[in-house]
């Protein structure tokens, strides 16, 4: 008999259908289950069983509803695709699928995505999802008429549901405590996640204000005699912990090391994905009171400077601005494809070093300029950086990540830090040198978020923040003050502040508008870092 002529009915199939998509699509869940819950007693082990049930279930009743021949098939075959590609994402480097995770894949561009995609991923994907796909559109499916077919189908739906119940009731205690606890458990259910988050994300954007809320309608820049000059540099996936000026055991920031910053060496992030922290660094409203949805449209700190009066400009070499540029002028810096550094959809950052040169003798007044760099993205960190920056070995070449040492993959993360230790530096050099001397200039540099290297499994970012190793949340920031800025501050009290208090990106939108003289009721002096330190 060909295989093609195989006959199997529509009960035992949506049977089989549901062992696989509980069992070998859901590997994230039951790790977690492995990890996190102990057998050790009779109500425990009853718990851990009941389990089974509790993800295979609801999967057994979802099938039994949509299966039919044709459409219903096709339907499977979607969901069995696409839980595969979710699968392969959360087992390999443990994240989780929410709203913020979609969100991140909607925002991203197709070089960046581009480099998720890998051998392991097709391997993967090809045997756990096309093979199993194509075995269920091959074979044929017997049907009773449909009055007893779907009378068998109520018989399924009833006992699973009564089977569901019965666990239910005898493990409630056990079940109340995940609720408590273990909440996010419910973000590595396969197949239940990536549709629900897919619509939550919709939802939010849909309750989003698409009018401008202005928060401040008249933002005022204070007199002063000097112009001031603002670079932010936004740094990219960069971790408190690897800079040697933290004292990490690497020597990451050589060049930062000679210059005469302030390091700041306690800052938390405010979320785990650029598509959140980015657009919280610019709002008024704290981390806590934060809609990521709502920030663009909502007035931020570079819409309050521009209506002050300054010219604002966003220089990209990432992935886009997440909103936070929507209405100041934009350079779209990965468009220019310079020869020498931009390769495979990618610009190396010393493209805004090149702008930055082309810039800094055009500006005359009061000016911020932000730099958002690709700095250490992964999971390509060995494209982030050119070949002479190749110090820390052996280095971990491909987006296989997890196929590498843990040593190899922090040395790769390592050398694209000593890359953006060269980027910040040789900004300060250019300050110093191509500034207009009557301009009162400062940079400001700090990342969005962490990154895990494989501690514990974790790799890469965006796990819910009551979830995330500090790897993902605490981030580097400095600041460099030109002669005439520091004439009104006094540094010394900067310097000690930066080495001894606790700061987050709260502290961005506060210390911004304060270091830009610019006056707005949306402003609190005591979340402004530099305000104490005022002369």
């Given at each position: 008999?060909t295989?093609?002529?195989?006959?199997?009915?529509?009960?035992?199939?949506i049977?089989?259908?549901?062992?696989?998509?509980?069992?070998?699509?859901n590997?994230?869940?039951?790790?977690y289950?492995?990890?996190?819950?102990?057998?050790?007693?009779?109500?425990?082990?009853?718990?851990?069983?009941?389990l089974?049930?509790?993800?295979f279930?609801p999967?057994?009743?979802?099938?039994?509803?949509?299966?039919?021949?044709?459409i219903?098939?096709i339907?499977?075959?979607?969901?069995?695709l696409?839980s595969?590609i979710?699968?392969?994402?959360m087992a390999?480097?443990?994240?989780?699928?929410?709203?913020?995770?979609?969100?991140?894949?909607?925002?991203?561009?197709?070089s960046?995505?581009?480099?998720?995609?890998?051998?392991?991923f097709?391997?993967?994907?090809?045997?756990?999802?096309?093979?199993?796909a194509?075995?269920?559109?091959?074979?044929?499916v017997?049907?009773?008429?449909?009055?007893?077919?779907?009378?068998?189908?109520?018989?399924?739906i009833?006992?699973?549901l009564?089977?569901l119940?019965?666990?239910?009731?005898?493990?409630f205690?056990q079940?109340?405590?995940?609720?408590?606890?273990?909440?996010?458990?419910?973000?590595?259910?396969?197949?239940?996640?990536?549709?629900?988050?897919?619509?939550?994300?919709h939802?939010?954007?849909?309750?989003a204000?698409?009018?401008?809320?202005?928060?401040?309608?008249?933002?005022?820049?204070?007199?002063?005699?000097q112009?001031n000059?603002?670079?932010?540099?936004?740094?990219?996936?960069?971790?408190?912990?690897?800079f040697?000026?933290?004292?990490?055991?690497?020597?990451t920031?050589?060049?930062l090391?000679?210059q005469?910053?302030?390091?700041?060496?306690h800052?938390?992030?405010?979320?785990?994905?650029?598509?959140?922290?980015?657009?919280?660094?610019?709002?008024?409203y704290?981390?806590?009171?934060?809609d990521?949805d709502d920030?663009?449209f909502?007035?931020n700190?570079?819409?309050m400077?521009?209506?002050?009066?300054?010219?604002?400009?966003w220089?990209?070499n990432d992935?886009?601005?997440k909103?936070?540029?929507n209405?100041?002028?934009k350079?779209?810096?990965?468009?220019?494809?310079?020869?020498?550094?931009?390769?495979?959809g990618?610009?190396?950052?010393?493209?805004?070093?090149?702008?930055l040169?082309?810039?800094?003798?055009?500006?005359d007044?009061?000016t911020?300029?932000?730099?958002?760099?690709?700095?250490?993205?992964?999971?390509a960190?060995?494209?982030?950086y050119?070949?002479?920056?190749?110090?820390?070995?052996?280095?971990?070449?491909?987006?296989?990540?997890?196929?590498c040492?843990?040593?190899?993959?922090?040395?790769?993360?390592d050398?694209?830090?000593?890359?953006?230790?060269?980027?910040?530096?040789s900004a300060?050099?250019?300050?110093k040198?191509e500034?207009?001397?009557?301009?009162?200039?400062?940079?400001?540099?700090?990342?969005d978020?962490?990154?895990s290297?494989g501690?514990?499994?974790?790799?890469?970012?965006?796990?819910?923040?009551?979830?995330?190793?500090e790897?993902?949340?605490?981030v580097?920031?400095?600041?460099?003050l030109?002669?005439q800025?520091?004439?009104?501050i006094?540094?010394?009290?900067?310097?000690?502040?930066?080495?001894?208090?606790?700061?987050?990106?709260?502290?961005?939108f506060?210390?911004?508008l304060?270091?830009?003289?610019?006056?707005?009721?949306?402003?609190?002096?005591?979340?402004?870092?530099?305000?104490?330190?005022?002369?």
């Amino acid at each position: 008999m060909t295989f093609d002529k195989r006959e199997i009915s529509s009960s035992k199939l949506i049977l089989i259908i549901s062992i696989y998509f509980s069992s070998v699509l859901n590997f994230s869940f039951w790790r977690y289950v492995v990890q996190n819950f102990d057998v050790t007693d009779f109500k425990s082990a009853l718990f851990a069983f009941s389990l089974i049930f509790f993800i295979f279930i609801p999967l057994f009743m979802l099938f039994n509803l949509i299966f039919t021949r044709k459409i219903g098939r096709i339907v499977i075959l979607i969901l069995l695709l696409c839980s595969s590609i979710a699968n392969y994402y959360m087992a390999t480097f443990n994240v989780y699928i929410n709203s913020d995770m979609v969100r991140n894949i909607a925002e991203t561009n197709f070089s960046e995505a581009s480099e998720h995609i890998s051998i392991s991923f097709w391997l993967t994907f090809i045997l756990t999802g096309v093979l199993p796909a194509f075995l269920i559109a091959k074979v044929k499916v017997v049907q009773a008429p449909f009055k007893q077919e779907l009378k068998q189908r109520l018989k399924n739906i009833l006992i699973a549901l009564l089977v569901l119940a019965l666990f239910a009731a005898s493990c409630f205690k056990q079940y109340a405590v995940i609720g408590r606890n273990h909440n996010d458990i419910t973000k590595l259910m396969n197949t239940f996640n990536y549709p629900y988050a897919i619509i939550r994300y919709h939802q939010k954007k849909a309750k989003a204000a698409r009018k401008l809320q202005i928060l401040d309608e008249k933002p005022v820049l204070q007199s002063s005699k000097q112009k001031n000059l603002i670079v932010l540099i936004i740094g990219e996936t960069a971790r408190a912990q690897n800079f040697s000026l933290n004292g990490y055991a690497h020597l990451t920031n050589p060049k930062l090391a000679k210059q005469d910053i302030v390091n700041f060496s306690h800052v938390s992030s405010c979320g785990t994905l650029t598509a959140v922290s980015l657009p919280c660094m610019f709002s008024a409203y704290s981390k806590d009171d934060f809609d990521t949805d709502d920030a663009a449209f909502v007035q931020n700190a570079l819409d309050m400077a521009q209506t002050a009066g300054y010219k604002v400009i966003w220089a990209e070499n990432d992935s886009g601005c997440k909103g936070v540029c929507n209405r100041v002028e934009k350079a779209d810096l990965t468009a220019f494809r310079t020869k020498d550094l931009c390769q495979d959809g990618f610009c190396y950052d010393e493209i805004l070093l090149q702008y930055l040169k082309q810039e800094l003798p055009k500006i005359d007044g009061n000016t911020i300029l932000v730099l958002h760099t690709i700095g250490s993205h992964g999971p390509a960190y060995y494209r982030r950086y050119p070949k002479k920056f190749d110090v820390f070995k052996p280095t971990c070449d491909t987006t296989d990540i997890q196929n590498c040492s843990q040593e190899s993959i922090v040395n790769t993360y390592d050398n694209t830090l000593l890359y953006t230790d060269y980027i910040i530096s040789s900004a300060i050099d250019l300050l110093k040198t191509e500034a207009k001397p009557d301009l009162s200039a400062l940079l400001v540099y700090v990342s969005d978020h962490g990154e895990s290297l494989g501690e514990k499994g974790s790799y890469l970012h965006g796990l819910p923040y009551a979830l995330a190793p500090e790897y993902q949340t605490k981030v580097p920031m400095l600041m460099w003050l030109s002669p005439q800025k520091q004439a009104q501050i006094d540094y010394a009290c900067l310097k000690e502040k930066a080495a001894t208090k606790n700061f987050s990106h709260d502290n961005f939108f506060h210390t911004l508008l304060g270091l830009a003289n610019v006056s707005s009721k949306t402003y609190m002096p005591q979340l402004d870092i530099v305000s104490s330190c005022l002369r």
